[in-house]
């Protein structure tokens, strides 16, 4: 899309919100009320406060912000407000009912459709680019992948489908060499990059050699036939309290039968399939296992110069495999397959460097604490990023099977606290040059 073209730049936006809508209303709808109201983890949201948090959001930013139009429901805001109330405290609250919900986004939708068509797409930062308009497409498509995560810690019968991702994997080299030098961090460019992706700025690394693929199920269970999970030396003190605290000895969702690990993965109980990359681990555990394996995690600008840095032409790129946008053949994004693709999968995903699946698949734990880059500026809200910068949070990279193209780039960070593992996450390992 020619994005210079304000009438093909509107189009693309209505195509992002359109999607994201589509991806909602399949994630809602696949339940009754019953299950939409009530809590499946103290962790999460109950479905139905997602929906209309989304609607809330898209209202305030689009309809007000941008619109400058008067609240339609100003006493539901601070229901939806995710600094108001806690998640496990969320289906306590008098929420809108599911029908009730699903009309309020409806509504506060044909509204932008129609602003959309009247608003002109700069002149003032938040419309430059079409900027809020993305804003709102990566926040919905974000808490879609939120309810993904609801709908894998739900209980009961398996309500969600999806084909299996292409099972192709390519022998190749278990690590490649990225040799050192300087590279350019984070953008100024990109249209819809949100605050902590920005300012660009140029990192300077020695060599180092990174994991071709993400770490496999059939690694991962190496370190723990090895007693991974019972060997101290592996883990951070903190690591270590954590493990012993919550009782960990495998992966989150994973059970013992006789002498296999079974996985359970929407509703479904399945062996471990070795060759898919290991999901659902806390920070604390990849950590330990790449102690174990003589290793250690990636730093993010580890990742993201293997991801982005095009040694040809010495220019940082979008995505590992160029500028255009994701399509099937180059990631496993976007909900399209509900599970990670073998590891040495996506030939056409490859970065110059010749890593694998850096995109799509699972989220990667990277070595270090979510923090602003040199210059940040909070932007539009301080409470996007800036609230979370510092040690408590670690930093994920790349993008899971959950995450839509519109919220997945080379640049884009996500974190969590250290000790999560219902999330999509995974990790790839890294080590020095001896
Ligand atoms: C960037 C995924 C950590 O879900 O907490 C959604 C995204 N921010 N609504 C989150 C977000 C506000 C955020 N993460
Ligand atoms: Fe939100």
């Not at 008098?94 to 699903?102: F, I, M, Q, S």
């Not at 002149?123 to 498509?141: N, T």
Request: net charge negative; aromatic share 10%.
């Amino acid at each position: 899309a020619d994005r210079t073209d304000p009438n093909a730049l509107r189009e693309l936006i209505a195509g992002e919100l359109t999607a994201a809508r589509e991806r909602t209303g399949s994630l809602t709808d696949a339940v009754d009320d019953r299950d939409l109201t009530a809590q499946h983890s103290p962790l999460m949201s109950p479905l139905v406060w997602d929906l209309a948090h989304i609607g809330n959001q898209e209202e305030l930013w689009l309809l007000r912000n941008v619109g400058g139009r008067d609240p339609m429901h100003p006493e539901i805001d601070p229901l939806y407000d995710a600094f108001e109330h806690p998640r496990a405290e969320r289906p306590r609250l008098p929420l809108l009912p599911p029908k009730e919900a699903r009309r309020y986004a409806h509504d506060v939708r044909g509204r932008v459709l129609d602003l959309l068509e009247a608003s002109p797409l700069e002149g003032a930062p938040l419309l430059d680019a079409g900027f809020a308009f993305g804003m709102i497409a990566q926040h919905e498509q974000q808490h879609d992948e939120t309810m993904l995560i609801t709908h894998q810690l739900r209980k009961g019968e398996a309500v969600l489908a999806a084909p299996p991702p292409p099972a192709r994997v390519d022998p190749l080299p278990a690590e490649v060499l990225i040799p050192a030098g300087p590279f350019t961090m984070g953008t100024d460019t990109e249209p819809w990059a949100l605050d902590n992706e920005r300012p660009a700025h140029v990192v300077e690394l020695p060599d180092y050699l990174l994991d071709t693929t993400p770490v496999s199920n059939g690694a991962y269970q190496r370190f723990m036939a090895d007693g991974g999970y019972f060997d101290p030396r592996w883990w951070t003190a903190e690591g270590w309290a954590y493990r012993m605290e919550a009782g960990l000895t495998a992966p989150l969702f994973w059970s013992r039968d006789g002498g296999q690990w079974l996985r359970r993965r929407f509703g479904v109980l399945e062996p471990v399939p070795d060759a898919e990359p290991v999901l659902h681990v806390s920070w604390y555990e990849a950590d330990a296992y790449a102690r174990w394996a003589g290793r250690r995690l990636p730093t993010e600008a580890e990742w993201e110069k293997a991801a982005r840095h095009d040694p040809a032409t010495d220019r940082s790129r979008r995505y590992p495999w160029g500028d255009e946008p994701p399509g099937p053949e180059h990631a496993n994004l976007g909900q399209r397959h509900l599970q990670p693709a073998p590891v040495g999968g996506y030939p056409a995903g490859e970065s110059p460097y010749g890593v694998r699946q850096l995109i799509g698949d699972v989220w990667e734990w990277t070595a270090g604490d979510f923090h602003g880059y040199p210059g940040f500026r909070a932007w539009p809200y301080r409470e996007y990023s800036e609230v979370f910068f510092g040690p408590e949070h670690k930093v994920l990279r790349g993008g899971s099977f959950a995450v839509a193209p519109v919220a997945c780039r080379g640049t884009f960070r996500n974190w969590d606290y250290p000790v999560r593992r219902q999330i999509f996450s995974g990790f790839r390992t890294a080590r020095d040059v001896a």
